[in-house]
């Protein structure tokens, strides 16, 4: 058996790298493109510059996003998600909760990195990220452009991805890790305070070992604007979320939903303003999506 690694991913075609270096353009058998960056295969080699994937090796852990009717691969066999925001444009919360929700059911270490801290928008963008520390996600501030050593040692070791909305400064992060990489810099609209879309595949980098860190990986993937979560279980959603970990089993009904039942911990808290309200409601919309899902299967 031959087995190679997926480095690029551009949905249907791939870019596998074998144990010597080599590199290869590679398809499917058939129509299945179930695959990810980052994932070991098993191959047929057809000639010197072209392979044929066979079947996927087992995954230690999957990234991924799906909603009721497809499921898209992010990323496979990573150790870390780094979510990228930044104070311009504008970053979705709703994004950043259900990343770290699929981080968690993966389990996956998760990182929020905020990127263009320099800029005068930042203080509002701290103040909204600063719900997420106090329940021990990690919050890394950075500008790309300028100054990269406060991210450099959760790069330390591991094999992260990046995933963020567009214009958040993924490829620019990339690029100024490995100068060489060619990744196109997002363009920001200001009209439409959204970024335009540049990256279009997954792309695996090797960072080499340096005085501030060890042979590390990091994945670019493209741009995201919304982040199903048809595959988790909406009974395990509390469970996943920092937050509302602390009252699962405190509700008065083992089946709580945590909407209108008495008794509901969940509810408790944030009336008392121990769960952010905004939490909430990204739970309750998770489990109609969860629910619309399983119906429409």
């Not at 066979?54 to 998600?81: F, G, H, M």
């Not at 259900?98 to 981080?103: G, I």
């Not at 959204?194 to 070992?209: I, P, R």
């Amino acid at each position: 058996m031959t087995t190679a690694r997926i480095v690029t991913s551009y949905g249907k075609v791939y870019i596998i790298e074998l144990d010597d270096g080599k590199r290869l353009s590679a398809s499917t058998r058939g129509k299945k493109t179930d695959y990810a960056c980052g994932d070991q295969v098993d191959i047929d080699v057809l000639n010197q510059e072209q392979a044929v994937i066979n079947k996927v090796l087992e995954r230690k852990t999957l990234l991924y996003r799906s909603d009721q009717w497809k499921s898209k691969l992010i990323a496979a066999n990573v150790t870390q998600i780094i979510i990228v925001v930044a104070s311009v444009p504008s970053f979705s919360d709703e994004l950043i909760g259900r990343a770290l929700l699929a981080a968690a059911d993966a389990n996956i270490s998760a990182v929020i990195c905020l990127n263009k801290c320099d800029l005068p928008e930042s203080d509002a963008a701290r103040e909204r990220l600063a719900y997420y520390t106090q329940f021990g996600y990690p919050v890394v501030e950075i500008s790309a452009k300028e100054d990269l050593s406060p991210l450099m040692p959760w790069l330390d070791g591991q094999i992260s991805v990046l995933v963020g909305q567009s214009g958040m400064g993924k490829s620019t992060i990339t690029n100024a890790l490995i100068p060489d990489a060619n990744a196109r810099v997002n363009e920001i609209s200001l009209a439409l305070d959204s970024g335009k879309h540049t990256t279009t595949h997954a792309q695996l980098y090797k960072l080499n070992a340096t005085g501030s860190i060890q042979a590390a990986e990091l994945i670019d993937s493209p741009g995201l604007q919304s982040f199903g979560l048809a595959h988790l279980r909406a009974e395990s959603l509390p469970h996943l979320m920092a937050d509302m970990a602390p009252y699962v089993g405190q509700c008065r009904f083992s089946n709580c939903r945590h909407r209108q039942e008495p008794g509901c911990a969940v509810l408790a808290a944030v009336a008392a303003g121990q769960i952010a309200p905004s939490r909430l409601e990204l739970m309750h919309r998770l489990q109609d999506e969860i629910a619309q899902a399983a119906n429409n299967y």
